[in-house]
């Protein structure tokens, strides 16, 4: 039984690990998207799959933390930037990160008023560029209309 586990857990975490390189490319039509990156190339994306959370790579999650992450040899302050014409970022990290392979992260939050569509994340350090594109889904109503019933708070209670 403790073989089996082992072995679904290094399996989860390959299946975790793998998209953190598809759709991330060195430039315009280099066919990266289904290899492993190379020492020198530069990678980027936004969030990263877990096990316990799939889907979010590539996704801008609003209402939740969402990380540009980049793969970069030699990435420190000052020598690397993330960029979308939709984000800014804040509090930029460097080193090795857990569970994806990434020198460099930023926290991304999303310029207000932005609307639901793709758009460009692109990461420039060292000379090089990598962009990839992520997603931003359309607002969910912010407003409760006035006199709907709350769940949980008694208002339709006997």
């Known amino acids: ?4 586990f082992v072995a679904a ?3 989860a975490a390959a299946v975790a ?4 390189v598809a759709g991330a490319t060195a430039g315009a039509g280099d066919p990266v998207a289904n290899r492993a990156p190379q020492a ?16 979010i790579l590539g996704h801008f999650q609003r209402g939740d933390v969402n990380v540009a992450l980049a793969n970069c040899a030699g990435a420190k302050a000052g020598s690397a930037t993330f960029s979308s014409p939709v984000l800014w970022f804040s509090d930029y990290s460097f080193g090795q990160f857990v569970d994806v392979k990434a020198t460099m ?3 991304a939050y999303l310029v207000s008023g932005t609307a639901a569509g793709q758009y460009p994340l692109t990461v420039t350090c060292g000379g090089k560029s990598s962009t990839t594109t992520f997603s931003v889904p359309a607002e969910q109503v912010g407003q409760v209309p006035a ?3 709350k769940a ?3 208002s339709t209670a006997e």
């Open 1 to 4: 039984m403790r073989a089996v």
């Open 9 to 11: 857990a290094i399996g």
């Open 17 to 20: 690990v793998a998209p953190a």
């Open 40 to 55: 020198d190339q530069v990678t980027v994306q936004l969030n990263q799959d877990t096990a316990a959370k799939q889907g």
């Open 105 to 107: 992260g930023a926290e």
């Open 147 to 149: 006199g709907a019933a």
């Open 152 to 154: 949980g708070d008694g």
